[in-house]
């Protein structure tokens, strides 16, 4: 079964020490590794900060807007996502609670859809 963990954190409690923002990328590499060696892994990414973000938008007439930024004001924001590989929801429990982000935010298991093209 296909799971994508979605790693939501408070960006306000990010570290900023370099030595602490070095210790956590180690921590992320450690954990990519974990997965990779236990043949799960399939994708991860860091996502930018939602500064960079745009939001599109369409309307009842097909034309669009694109607006800078997120479109809901939160504290916790998506950071990034691993795309995981896993025999069932505990397996897929288990990985989530060993993530580095679970640590200063929440990591959201979300089952992926397959479906067979005709």
């Known amino acids: 079964m296909k799971y994508l963990f979605l790693i939501y954190g408070d960006p306000t409690r990010d570290p900023t020490e370099p030595e602490a923002i070095q210790a956590e990328i ?54 990034g996502y691993y795309l995981v590989d896993l025999p069932d929801l505990d397996a897929a429990i288990g990985w989530a609670a060993r993530c580095p982000g679970a640590l200063r935010g929440k990591i959201e298991i979300r089952p992926i859809m397959e479906f067979e093209q005709p």
């Open 26 to 79: 180690d921590a992320y590499w450690g954990y990519d590794k974990l997965l990779a060696d236990a043949g799960a892994l399939l994708d991860s990414q860091a996502l930018q900060g939602t500064e960079t973000a745009t939001t599109v938008q369409v309307g009842g007439d097909g034309g669009h807007t694109a607006t800078d930024g997120p479109f809901a004001e939160t504290r916790e924001i998506l950071g």
